[in-house]
Structures are given as structure tokens and as C-alpha cells.
């Protein structure tokens, strides 16, 4: 049977903007308070799914979140009507406001952690949604990618969707941003590699000393346990805390995989060389020949890697069994990356070619091409039981782009937040897409 990656793009929602509210993503911080464009950032996503349908691949689209939360807003003590509740926070506490408002579910690869069905005891693809809790703004996501991931990957049969995990720091979880899959081919049993910031449990493990460390070894585990999985189809690493306080906050800033092949830097992990060895055993158990790509530091440094995201690529198989990478165009614009990928594509290895798109709206609060997209491995018959509103299509492009047209600002700065119209025209914009996309009620405006 054949089988495929899926990617599944955030879709940017209208209320895009630059809140400073990632302690640890330096692009976040630095970026605070600038005014941003919604309707190109949505542009932008949407242009980089439609290239990739058009290049074959299997592209599909995953729906903003409603913001401004007021329901968040209203568990917080602020109260009376819609419109109230948003001018009283915006007197007196935006910086909670700001954080009702983000946009952060765009960045999709912190929605959740998916295994392929090869994978599972059960023989289902499972979900479970992050926590996200390490930030507030981005801990209110959950309820509500549960419901779109739920109304995406209905059938019962094939998929099975797992709560977040306890809302503790101590189960912070982070989702497919540090989990990657290896295998032979989609469709067959891969190894799944887990990598964690710090132990909550196991002082022996050293944490980072500056910015912290989102993703726990026991949050993984725990997923890794829901999930079915089996110890020989697991390896768990740690991120070097070092990088994490030069603004690594999540290994997807460091280190990309697909198919047999891990490309990362060489001060992504801690105890890299034994982590390799575990890789390349157990991946070959199930007949895969593991390979990585190691970058240098002294081609590219930590530095480098953070600003131009060079690792925040989509590693993509092609037909004839060679890759391609999607690169922001950050990448291009950094002297010693741009010539390190150039050396890359030219010296025969496996990743032969260097896409590059624009993502500005979406870099400048720390998310690139990986950042967007959740990865799903499906089989044939999985593939027809999603949702086929999700999966992008020329006409599907066509009425996303006219949606965003229609709806989106091309200016949002920090006062426009407190403007009921604003929550208005993201609920009439948000009402529509869920027709689009045939989801039925997911937002809490639909459902309450
Ligand atoms: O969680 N930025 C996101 C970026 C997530 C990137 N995802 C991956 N690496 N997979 C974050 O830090 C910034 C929002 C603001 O400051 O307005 C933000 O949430």
C-alpha cells in the first residue's frame, strides 16, 4: 500500500501580531511591539502550501484558532459583554489582552505529536495534543486544536486523539517541534526520537541556566506511552542546554529529519555520539540504514542557525529518493549558511536541492517553514478517512486566498487589539472558514 507525509500548514489567523511574549525565541522579543500584516502572513502560508502541492506533495491545511480568547479573558475575573470584557483588559492588564489575541497557533508543529500507525500497539494514527504550557498564551490552544484535529481526523477506526497532557511544568510538552520520525518508508515501522530540555524528575540531567527548557523528558515518555510505542522503536536525547540559552527554545530550531536522514548542528544534543549509535541500531531493526548530516560549527554557528533557521526546514523525500529542503529566505540572506547550503546541494549527498520562501511575517516571531507545518504519516486508506476539506487543492487555494482577501487587516499594532470590531470580524471570518473547510463547530462562539 502506498503511503505518504502529509504536511498540514497553520493557517495564519487575522490577529497576527508582535507581542514579545516568548521569553527564550529572540525573534519574539526582538520583534515586540512592531506593527504586523495579518493578510500577508496568511499570504505568505498559504503561497508556500500551494508551491508544494505544485511540486506533489501531499499538502494539507489546519485552521486558526478564535482570538481575541475572551472565554480566556472571562477565566481571568474580567467580566460583563464581549466588548466589555476586551476594553476592561485592554485598561487594565494588555499585556493579557496581547496574549488573548496571538496567533500562535499558526506555528502547527507545536499542535500536537502524531505516530504512524506502523508505529502503534493499536495499529491507529495517534494524537496528542500539547500543553503548551510554558507560555501562557500558547497553553490556551489546546481545547481547541483537540476539536480541529478531532472534526480533521474523524474516523475512529484509524485515528485516536489523546488529551493534553496535566498542565504542569513538569509535563511541559511542546508537540512534533521535538519529536521526529525515522524510517524506510512512511508506511513501514520507524523509530520515533524524542528530545528533551531538562528532566522535571532527574536532577542528573542538566538544565539550561538562562532561558528555559519547554519540552520534559517525561512529558515525552508519557506521549511515547499513549501512544503505543515500543521501546525499540524509541530514543530519547537531550538538547544541549547551551543552545537553549543562545535561543533554541525548541529542538526544530537545531535539527530536521526525514526518511532515514538527521541533519543537525553539531552542538544540537548532549552524549551525540551514543545517541547516533542507538539511532542507527534500532532503525536498522526494522531494515533502515539511519545517516546524518552533521553541519559544523565553525561553518555555521549557533548563532547563524538561530537567525537565519536554517534547521527550521521542511527535509522533504522526492520521487527518486532524494531530498529537498525549504528554506526561509533568512537562510539567503546569512553569508556562511547560504554557503554551507550551496557546498550541501553540490557535493552529491542526499539532499541535492534548496528551496527558498518568504516567511517574514512569521519569522519575525520566531516561526519557519517546519514551524508551520504538522507532519502526519498516513497509508492510503488513512488518507481517504481525512477530512477531505483539509486537503489542499488548486480551488481550495482559491477560496482561502479570496477568505483571507476579504477578511484580513493589513495592519494590526498593539491598540487596534483592544477594538471589539476586531473580535467581530474574526468570529464572521472564522464562522466562514469552518464552512470552507467543512469542519463543523470547533470554535467556542459556535459551540457556547
Ligand atoms: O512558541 N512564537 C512561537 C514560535 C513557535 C515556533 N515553533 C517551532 N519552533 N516549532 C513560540 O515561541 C511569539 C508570539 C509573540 O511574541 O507575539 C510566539 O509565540
Not at 119 to 127: K, L, N, P, Q, S
Not at 229 to 241: F, H, I, K, T
Not at 381 to 406: D, F, Q
Request: some cysteine.
Amino acid at each position: 500500500m502506498k503511503s505518504y507525509e502529509v504536511n498540514f500548514d497553520g493557517l495564519v489567523g487575522p490577529t497576527h501580531n508582535y507581542g514579545g511574549l516568548s521569553y527564550g525565541n529572540v525573534a519574539s522579543q526582538s520583534n515586540s511591539q512592531q506593527s504586523s500584516n495579518p493578510k500577508e502572513a496568511a499570504l505568505q502560508g498559504l503561497a508556500k502550501m500551494k508551491a508544494l502541492m505544485e511540486m506533489g506533495f501531499q499538502q494539507g491545511v489546519l485552521a486558526p484558532q478564535e482570538r481575541p480568547d475572551v472565554a480566556a479573558l472571562r477565566r481571568l475575573g474580567f467580566s460583563g459583554t464581549d466588548a466589555q470584557v476586551i476594553e476592561l483588559a485592554a485598561k487594565e492588564a494588555m499585556p493579557l489582552l496581547v496574549a488573548s489575541c496571538s496567533a500562535s497557533s499558526m506555528w502547527v508543529a507545536n499542535a500536537a505529536t502524531v505516530s504512524p500507525s506502523a508505529d502503534t500497539a493499536d495499529g491507529r494514527v495517534h494524537f496528542t495534543a500539547a500543553n503548551l504550557n510554558c507560555k501562557y498564551h500558547r497553553s490556551i490552544e489546546h481545547p481547541t486544536t483537540s476539536r480541529v484535529l478531532g472534526a480533521m481526523f474523524a474516523n475512529q477506526q484509524h485515528f485516536a486523539h489523546h488529551a493534553a497532557l496535566p498542565a504542569v511544568a513538569q509535563f511541559g510538552d511542546e508537540g512534533a517541534a521535538n519529536h521526529t520520525r525515522f524510517c524506510r518508508e512512511y508506511g513501514e515501522a520507524g523509530v520515533e526520537f524524542f528530545v528533551f530540555g531538562r528532566s522535571a524528575f532527574d536532577n542528573r540531567f542538566p538544565a539550561p541556566q538562562k532561558y528555559p527548557a519547554r519540552q520534559t523528558l517525561e512529558a515525552s515518555q508519557a506521549v511515547a506511552r499513549l501512544h503505543g510505542l515500543r521501546d525499540e522503536g524509541v530514543v530519547y536525547a537531550q538538547q544541549n542546554p547551551n543552545v537553549i540559552d543562545q535561543g533554541v527554545f525548541h529542538n526544530d530550531v537545531i535539527a530536521v529529519g526525514n526518511g532515514e536522514v538527521l541533519f543537525y548542528h553539531e552542538d544540537a544534543f548532549l552524549d551525540t555520539d551514543s545517541m547516533l549509535a542507538e539511532l542507527q541500531s534500532k532503525l536498522a531493526k526494522v531494515g533502515g540504514n539511519f545517516q546524518s548530516v552533521c553541519v559544523p560549527r565553525s561553518a555555521v554557528t549557533v548563532d547563524d542557525a538561530v537567525r537565519s533557521y536554517l534547521f527550521n526546514s521542511q527535509l522533504l523525500s522526492r520521487p527518486d529518493g532524494s531530498m529537498l529542503l525549504i528554506v526561509p529566505q533568512e537562510c539567503q540572506a546569512n553569508e556562511r549558511v547560504w554557503a554551507y547550503l550551496q557546498s550541501l546541494t553540490s557535493s552529491g549527498g542526499l539532499i541535492r536541492e534548496v528551496k527558498v520562501f518568504d516567511l517574514k511575517q512569521s519569522m519575525q516571531n520566531g516561526g519557519g517553514p517546519a514551524c508551520l507545518r504538522l507532519r502526519v504519516a498516513l497509508n492510503e486508506t488513512e488518507l481517504a478517512a481525512v477530512n477531505p476539506g483539509v486537503i489542499m487543492t488548486p480551488p481550495l487555494y482559491g477560496s482561502l486566498t479570496a477568505w483571507v482577501e476579504k477578511h484580513y487587516r493589513d495592519r494590526l499594532s498593539e491598540t487596534d487589539l483592544a477594538d471589539p470590531q476586531l473580535l467581530l470580524e474574526c468570529r464572521t471570518a472564522l464562522d466562514e472558514l469552518t464552512q470552507i473547510l467543512k469542519l463543523g463547530a470547533v470554535y467556542p462562539f459556535q459551540i457556547n
